[in-house]
């Protein structure tokens, strides 16, 4: 049975860069996978521990599915945040999602969400930590 989480929601704001955009000077569909990264490492920091901090501890947590609502075009040196939040935690799997919004208008760039399930060194799939489930709390 899945943990009820609250929806603390954590905000990073970034500025979208040339490299993001393709020809039409539109942020690449690719990128915004990066920024739901963005999202989920400011997450973890604002939660009280860097995800690199957690990986030293040998366990991990691995990507097995990926959504997204494209809503609205983003540009090259248009100001984004990135809001991130966990709508689920199991025992063994934690589902993150996110909002991309224009930063000085609000108005919604995308929607999505990131399917984890934790892993050790060995790639076996093992119970989420006792300290990473107080990030749904």
């Not at 539109?26 to 996978?33: F, G, L, Q």
């Not at 963005?38 to 009280?48: C, D, F, L, N, P």
């Not at 521990?49 to 959504?67: P, R, W």
């Not at 909002?99 to 208008?105: C, G, R």
Request: charged fraction near 25%; charge should be neutral.
């Amino acid at each position: 049975m899945p943990v009820p989480a609250t929806r603390h929601i954590v905000e990073t704001t970034l500025y979208v860069r040339y490299a993001e955009t393709d020809a039409m000077g539109i942020v690449h569909h690719a990128n915004y996978i990066v920024f739901f990264e963005e999202g989920r490492s400011a997450y973890t920091r604002q939660r009280g521990s860097s995800y690199a901090e957690l990986e030293k501890t040998g366990v991990f947590l691995t990507v097995v599915e990926v959504g997204a609502r494209y809503v609205k075009p983003s540009v090259y040196g248009q100001r984004l945040t990135v809001r991130c939040w966990i709508a689920e935690i199991r025992s063994r799997g934690v589902t993150f999602e996110y909002e991309i919004v224009d930063t000085d208008t609000g108005a919604l760039s995308m929607t999505g969400f990131t399917k984890h399930i934790c892993v050790d060194r060995e790639g076996r799939i093992i119970l989420i930590p006792a300290l990473w489930r107080i990030w749904a709390e």
